[in-house]
């Protein structure tokens, strides 16, 4: 589906994010993930498990059931499941099969989020995470901390798409945390499997209206955008601003040094689930932060919901005029139907 | 479609309720039953009488029109249909053409309900409705009533499975009607064509909530359950409970008699109608039961909407892994499936 | 699709109202027409224009964008198009590729309307259009005035099927602007290319509940309805009152004299766009008018989507039994469906 070629969805073989880890406890939580009911909790030992979230029996959403011990109990039959899957009980009858079981799925907490792995569960190597120091959560004076999750009504490339063109910033959030030369400086990409990264270094440019409303600095600037996309769909982002290297007092000494971290998962061919997160040295900035940010993530929702719409009035495969800011999209793209296409080659050899 | 074979929605030679007698009076009674739009009324005379709610003209609904006598004058253009489906009148012409008419239904008051057949109307037997002494609603000293009616956005067989197996009162309905040994008793089975029912003797178990809520009994109970499936869409279900054989004072004697009458007449392909009523020897106590079941009720109507968006994701061909106690529900689905073949045998022989 | 042969779902070669004309100035419109999303804006010196709503870059609407002297910048990326539909800015790059544009449309002020044509540009031709003195916009002593634009859900011919028979005035509009002879008086057509026009003349006959309601008059009048269809999508109707030849104090003379005015836009295949106007010789009289007909344009709102429903539930191709008053609406309908035919052989032959 657009814009990846017919048949093909999405990624089976790699880390989703699933949940931020604080969403995890012993109330069970239900998301559609690859088009597969999953349900998320913490066994009571603490440990986070993914299973799937259809009871095999009636299709009841485990989802709607509840937990007994480490186990869900159907709401509609009570038929149990451990957290390995296996079914535990079925109350009608002495006798549980062992063929009787959902899937399970690797989930792995890592930093803020808890990411799993719905393809084949062998090829699950955490190795393929993002690398946390690397991302600045867990570098030196830096605090991370999630900040929303929610819904979006259009498929997950989409915003995808969005991350991948930062030029974006100085249109659809001219007024929060972008300017002009957010689309005007030429942009630097680095590519290596599964990792693609752009740049871009701006020089005495005016300070995005996010540093007058945070009262922190109205003046002119030094500032690295960017964003790193982890495949298939966790990007983190770069923004530190600089007094310019001519300013009369503080030359080139950095203002403000933070990090943005969008997981996109996809849920349905029509919706995707969307997690942010940020990360500062300025933990008080963080609540203004968190705040200000709501509306300006809004807008991309907003952008992306209204592309799904228009895709359903004018069809999947739309003329698309690209421009040279696409080259980091149109990477990106690629990078995600060449591994669709492995996995299809894989699994039509298998067969 | 599920759980049926593809392209087999539903039986039509067969009895549906299509609206409970008290429904229907002198404002038309619109519903959609097996995909069809159906108009319900009563004549003058008070008899009551079912037809086709389209008018062929252009379309509109018969139900959203009114009636002069016992005709039905459609509300966009005033063409006017008698209870006996034939054109009465065209306002714009002198002629009315013998061909001008819509389908009429046989309809047939029996019981709290009114029964309509939507297939071969040659076919139509009134010896094929369920006896009424046989479900109790004429046996002496019962008194039947209508509880509700309610459209469900579910396919109706979502709501059969439901009827065919009482052991999900041990979870869905857990805070109400139902104890473990709901799911537990062995359960007794007796077929003949177009008839399937179920029995469960439980003895000297936990009275299920109601008992205690009702302020009846809080003890220990015989109990026998049960539900006699009229196909293709009428559930009669039983609901004795008696002191245990050791009880001090009352030993054996019966506490409780009811019935219980769950009509799932196919709507559109992802919706049904389901009406509800029930029988009592203690008439007072149906009030409270009007306000006690109607949350119960919706528990059946929660469990069949979930599946049936469970199915919208996952698609209409879902892995499904039986239980014993799916013995009824699946012997219910293998005889409708039966009636559905025939009818299509007969339909291809007959072209 | 229905009422046309599958395949067939609009006259692409035609003038449409894509708006009001007072509907236009510096903010965008966006508009779905014929299935393609349009926006409508006036240049600064005051030109109307309609150009394509889909930026090509990636599919934002542009109807959700804003305008910078003529041009229209994506709300998303900045890319902005001028009036003439040819991209004059790429923010992220010095090039503009000639090929980088948007489609435009060519539209007319005419009348109380815009009028868009969606087809082949070279065809369009404004001899086309209603002539306004023909239709009484620009009639001696006559007032023309827009009354209301609004999205109805339901397929456009369901809508100039309602305009083609105007014997449901005298049961869907029955309260208010119908009586009986709307569907009993004979009915007169006339046909030339691209035209089609009925009238009925009812003499001596009660006059429609508005003539009392808006205190004008409330005995037997002499009345002219009909409704001229200016093929694909308006329809100019007349309404004139008079005395009865045989009134005492004024035979013959006329009591009100008015056009009405509906256009019937296509949006999707499921969707249409409504607007009304009217022309009268009474001013003050049409304040009231504007609040009279609310609710009975609301009438025909209603039934087109009813029908749109009922198609839903049972298909594209119901049975359709005609009557002689559809003589128009049968002959609209072949006209369209002509119109359709020659422009596809036009499209094969040209491929």
Not at 19 to 35: Q, S
Not at 210 to 220: D, E, I, T
Not at 262 to 285: K, L, R
Not at 294 to 322: C, H, Q, S, Y
Request: glycine content about 8%; proline content about 6%; hydrophobic content about 40%.
């Amino acid at each position: 589906m657009y814009p990846f070629r017919e048949g093909s969805f999405a990624v089976r073989n790699g880390w989703y994010v699933a949940a931020f880890r604080n969403e995890l406890g012993r109330d069970l939580l239900a998301r559609t993930i690859l088009n597969q009911p999953v349900v998320l909790y913490r066994k009571e030992d603490g440990e986070a498990v993914a299973v799937g979230g259809r009871c095999p029996h009636r299709h009841f959403p485990l989802g709607k059931s509840c937990l007994k011990g480490d186990a869900i109990v159907c709401g509609y039959h009570g038929i149990a499941f451990g957290a390995d899957g296996q079914c535990v009980d079925i109350p009608s009858q002495d006798v549980v099969p062992r063929a009787y079981k959902i899937p399970t799925y690797p989930l792995v907490e890592h930093g803020l989020w808890a990411w799993i792995w719905m393809g084949d569960a062998d090829k699950a190597d955490v190795a393929l995470l993002p690398d946390l120091e690397e991302i600045g959560v867990t570098a030196a004076g830096m605090t991370a901390r999630p900040f929303y999750v929610q819904e979006v009504q259009g498929r997950y490339q989409l915003l995808n798409d969005n991350l991948l063109d930062l030029s974006h910033l100085a249109f659809l959030h001219a007024s929060s945390i972008g300017t002009v030369e957010n689309a005007q400086a030429p942009e630097e990409l680095v590519k290596r499997p599964g990792f693609l990264s752009c740049r871009r270094y701006i020089r005495n440019a005016d300070a995005p209206a996010v540093m007058a409303a945070s009262g922190r600095y109205a003046g002119k600037i030094d500032r690295v955008t960017g964003m790193d996309f982890y495949l298939p769909g966790f990007h983190a982002g770069i923004g530190d601003m600089a007094y310019p290297q001519d300013h009369p007092e503080h030359p080139g000494e950095t203002i403000v040094t933070s990090r943005v971290y969008h997981a996109v998962t996809p849920a349905t061919p029509g919706s995707c689930i969307y997690f942010f997160a940020m990360a500062s040295e300025d933990v008080e900035g963080m609540d203004f932060m968190f705040d200000y940010l709501r509306p300006v993530l809004d807008e991309d929702k907003f952008a992306t919901e209204e592309i799904e719409k228009m895709l359903a009035i004018i069809g999947e495969n739309p003329d698309e005029l690209l421009i040279k800011t696409d080259r980091n999209a149109v990477e990106g793209r690629r990078m995600l139907q060449a591994m669709m296409d492995a996995e299809r080659r894989e699994a039509a050899e298998a067969a």
